[in-house]
């Protein structure tokens, strides 16, 4: 049985917010670990809409036409998007929890860093196992 991206992503986040829940009744900061993650979780759905969009870019136009630079347009835009709304959160989380606001970050370091790195590993799937078939299959 084939899963899809989005299923899986869909699967990961459910395993994060199971992880998060656990932590958080396991260390007993609820409001700070919650919000955290929740804002981890959002980073990284804006990650995974980019890597979506970048992979679709490139099945609609071929390579020869469109260049490198479409994706690295829309990486570090999507990047820009990302580091502003950080700082937005880090912001927030350092006015609404002052006295938990490094349990916040780390709890939205960690999830959004789970995210990053399954974003980046499918992304690279998306973009290489093309090249990689017509590379063999030639």
Do not use: N
Not at 89 to 95: E, M, P, V, W
Request: proline share 4%; net charge positive; charged share 10%.
């Amino acid at each position: 049985m084939k899963v899809g991206p989005v299923k899986r992503f869909a699967l990961i986040l459910l395993a994060l917010s199971a992880a998060t829940a656990l932590v958080a009744e396991w260390l007993g900061v609820r409001i700070a670990i919650y919000s955290g993650a929740l804002g981890g979780m959002l980073l990284g759905l804006v990650g995974y809409l980019v890597a979506v969009h970048i992979a679709a870019r490139q099945r609609e136009v071929p390579r020869a036409q469109a260049g490198r630079w479409d994706i690295w347009t829309c990486w570090g835009s999507g990047m820009l998007v990302r580091l502003v709304l950080l700082g937005l959160l880090a912001l927030a989380y350092g006015y609404l929890l002052p006295l938990e606001y490094p349990t916040a970050l780390l709890s939205l370091a960690a999830v959004y860093l789970v995210l990053l790195s399954w974003e980046t590993a499918w992304l690279y799937y998306e973009l290489v196992s093309p090249l990689k078939s017509s590379k063999s299959g030639a």
